[in-house]
């Protein structure tokens, strides 16, 4: 079955850190690029980062760059946020996303079940 | 620009055909995705392309795009199609998803 388990999350004081960790299963995980989306409370979803399969292309919304690290480690089938100098804002439900398909078929197919990060002092 | 504009909220009577629109200037570049989201529950890839859906999701639902807007139809609407509704697609650099803010669907 084909599975992304994040974890991680956590309340966290404003300016802390925390780092989310999402293990994927049953599928080749090295030739995907992967995302990370969040969903804030009451709020819709928010495209964070993503990194391509070899981590030699990351990309970054506007409102985490600088505060926010994306990386993976293929051999572990993992991927990971470091997210550093947190605000009440980023308060919100964590996702990782697998990218599949190329050009008018791309897509976000795969999602975990989303991990909870708190802000809050 | 790399907004992606949908009514907050639809509703539809049970058994009967609603759509979801989705508004922005990538669209005219590239294609839509729609997802749906269940309270609690993670987002679910229900359409994407050129009217494709995965494995799995009922063939009620549908997608088509029309230069700026993207729409999303369902034929029939069920009770279990109460949801959230999220277009995606790319920003107008390509480098970037974006989502659109969401269309909370209600079935009378």
């Known amino acids: 079955e084909v599975q992304l388990v994040e974890s991680g999350g956590g309340l966290v004081q404003p300016g802390g850190s925390r780092r989310l960790s999402c293990a994927a299963s049953?599928?080749?995980?090295?030739?995907?690029?992967m995302n990370w989306v969040r969903q804030a409370p009451g709020k819709g979803l928010e495209w964070l980062s993503s990194?391509?399969?070899?981590?030699?292309?990351?990309y970054y919304a506007d409102s985490v760059k600088g505060r926010f690290t994306i990386s993976r480690d293929n051999a572990k089938d993992s991927l990971y946020l470091q997210m550093n100098s947190l605000r009440d804002e980023d308060t919100a439900v964590y996702y990782c996303?697998?990218?599949?398909?190329?050009?008018?078929?791309?897509?976000?197919?795969?999602w975990g079940q989303g991990t909870t990060v708190n802000v809050s002092s | 620009s790399s907004e992606l504009t949908q009514d907050p909220a639809v509703s539809v009577a049970l058994g009967q055909t609603v759509r979801i629109t989705c508004q922005g200037d990538s669209l005219r570049s590239y294609s839509a995705s729609w997802y749906q989201v269940k309270p609690g529950q993670a987002p679910v890839l229900v359409t994407y392309a050129k009217n494709n859906r995965p494995s799995g999701i009922a063939d009620r639902f549908f997608c088509s795009t029309s230069g700026s807007t993207a729409s999303f139809t369902i034929t029939g609407a069920q009770a279990e199609d109460e949801a959230d509704y999220f277009c995606n697609s790319r920003d107008s650099s390509g480098n970037h998803w974006v989502f659109g803010g969401g269309t909370r669907l209600t079935v009378l």
């Open positions: 996303a697998r990218d599949l398909g190329a050009g008018d078929f791309r897509r976000l197919d795969v």
């Open positions: 049953g599928f080749i995980f090295n030739i995907y690029s």
């Open positions: 990194i391509s399969r070899d981590s030699s292309t990351i």
